[in-house]
């Protein structure tokens, strides 16, 4: 018996059990495929309506100028005011919106009128004790030389004077109008010169301070006054006698006498005949 070419089908088989045959085959495949691929990452659950998710901002890379965009509410501040100096570099912002500088200028300004006023003031304070000392000391002067002019006027007739006969009673008046080392000296050439030569020619000696013919005050000027110190300048006459000379001797002189102020009053503390 010969087999047929061909096979045939069994009384069991029909086209629906050949078609699940066959996606049951492709199925394996499929799954098959997909061992074998990468698997891809869950996508992101979504947010909670009610919550609102953050935006990150992406990072601006180095060396570049990035420009974020204010997040949503956001106001810009208010531009400041021209000439007002802000806080963060180091000035004050005034509530009512004055200028700091122009709030230092004015007490700058009062600072140097009260230093105007002050150094003004000093200066007229100095200026008035300085006129008032000069005032005084014009004062001062004025009276010494009143008084040193009239000292002067009595003391050189006394001075310049002396009579043989009664020497020491004429020196020691003398010797009482004098002061300092004049004083001395006179004492010193009266002992040693003038007194030995009165005894031996009986010498007498009176001196007068000139009276001009029209009357008035003795020929008496200050030169120079000083509180302490009056220089005087005197036309004296002495009239001499002796037994050197036939009559009287008339010599005109012009004394220059230095009168000091001392603590018994004024005195003569120097004569130069001129």
């Known amino acids: 018996m010969s087999h047929p070419s061909t096979r045939s089908r069994g009384p069991g088989s029909s086209p629906a059990r050949r078609t699940l045959t066959a996606a049951a085959r492709a199925a394996a495949k499929r799954v098959e495929r997909a061992d074998q691929e990468p698997r891809e990452a869950p996508e992101p659950r979504e947010a909670p309506q009610h919550r609102k998710p953050r935006r990150e901002e992406p990072r601006p890379p180095s060396g570049r100028t990035v420009v974020i965009e204010p997040p949503d509410g ?36 009062r600072r140097l009128g009260t230093l105007s006023l002050t150094v003004l003031l000093l200066a007229a304070l100095v200026a008035a004790g300085v006129l008032g000392r000069q005032y005084q000391q014009g004062r001062v002067t004025e009276q010494a030389r009143e008084e040193a002019l009239a000292a002067a006027r009595k003391a050189a007739p006394v001075v310049l004077s002396y009579d ?31 007194g030995p030569t009165a005894r031996k020619y009986r010498g007498v000696v009176k001196a007068t301070v000139v009276t001009p013919p029209e009357g008035g005050g003795p020929a008496a000027s200050v030169v120079s006054a000083s509180p302490d110190r009056v220089v005087v300048l005197l036309f004296v006459n002495q009239v001499t006698e002796s037994t050197q000379v036939t009559g009287a001797r008339v010599d005109l002189n012009r004394v220059r006498i230095t009168m000091a102020d001392t603590d018994d009053g004024w005195k003569v503390s120097a004569v130069d005949a001129l």
């Open 74 to 109: 956001w106001d810009d501040p208010p531009e400041p005011a021209p000439g007002r100096t802000d806080s963060a570099e180091g000035g004050s912002d005034d509530s009512d919106g004055t200028d700091g500088a122009d709030l230092v200028l004015p007490v700058r300004r």
């Open 164 to 194: 043989h006969r009664r020497l020491e009673r004429d020196f020691a008046r003398a010797r009482a109008l004098l002061t300092g080392e004049f004083r001395e000296e006179y004492a010193r050439t009266t002992k040693a010169v003038v």
